[in-house]
């Protein structure tokens, strides 16, 4: 209402302005009443015809969109738009993860059992990976026994697993252009690729170990994921940041070895 106030007081002005100059002058000819009748019925009119520039383009219609201030929701999309796809990508999984956590919660609640507890192997448990089903990458026994052993969940040594078979499907021997070994270490450092499979397979797990630390502050998330597929996008967001992500590829693999070792 006091929008629509304020667009009609010039109306209303104009119009009172003009009553008092017909009042004033006498005016009674018919040209000057028609033309006093048309200023009042325009008054009568909707105030948006006036608000939007029918009375000058510096008195602009306060209801019209501001392109200096745009709406709430382009800011936030837009923000999100220039966030790229990786960041994207992890705030759908937190909040996948949260709407996961919750519905178990619930459902725990409602049954009333404890709510279950994510599967953890340490240094020293037994891992039996035997499954031969899915991308699995070569080596991958060995790839999850290795990081279980070092500090690893079972669904995030399943999620670098997973990246490890889209960068060299396992074979620490793999080379490429401008890289090698099975993250695809970019350049590929001497001493990592030798044509000893065995050797070569431990020197680059550890390497891997190493790599990891530069991006130490996702290693909580990348522990916290709740499934081999998240494990494999937050390890391929936060710390492999490939050029050709194929998250398909990864997160498939991931799972297939989750599977293959029972996770």
Not at 129 to 152: D, E, K, M, Q, S
Request: net charge positive; charged share 15%.
């Amino acid at each position: 209402m006091a929008r629509q106030a304020a667009r009609t007081a010039p109306v209303v002005a104009v119009a009172g302005m003009l009553v008092a100059v017909a009042q004033t002058t006498g005016a009674a000819e018919p040209a000057q009443g028609a033309a006093l009748g048309r200023a009042i019925a325009v008054a009568g009119q909707a105030p948006h015809a006036f608000g939007r520039g029918a009375l000058g383009s510096a008195a602009p219609d306060s209801a019209a969109p501001d392109s200096a201030a745009p709406d709430s929701r382009g800011s936030a999309s837009g923000a999100a738009g220039s966030a790229g796809p990786a960041q994207a990508r992890r705030a759908e999984r937190r909040a996948a993860a949260a709407r996961s956590r919750r519905a178990g919660s619930a459902r725990s609640a409602s049954s009333g059992r404890a709510a279950p507890t994510r599967k953890r192997t340490g240094a020293g448990a037994a891992l039996r990976c035997t499954g031969t089903a899915g991308l699995l990458p070569a080596n991958y026994a060995a790839i999850v026994r290795f990081l279980t052993g070092h500090g690893y969940t079972p669904m995030a040594a399943a999620g670098i697993a997973g990246n490890i078979y889209q960068e060299s499907k396992g074979d620490p021997e793999s080379v490429g252009t401008g890289g090698g070994g099975l993250i695809g270490f970019t350049p590929l450092p001497a001493g990592y690729v030798t044509g000893n499979p065995a050797a070569d397979l431990h020197t680059q797990l550890e390497a891997i170990l190493a790599y990891d630390q530069q991006w130490a502050q996702y290693i909580p998330s990348l522990n916290a994921a709740t499934s081999p597929a998240e494990a494999a996008d937050v390890y391929m967001d936060d710390f492999e940041r490939p050029g050709v992500p194929a998250a398909y590829n990864r997160e498939s693999a991931a799972e297939a070895v989750a599977a293959a070792c029972g996770f």
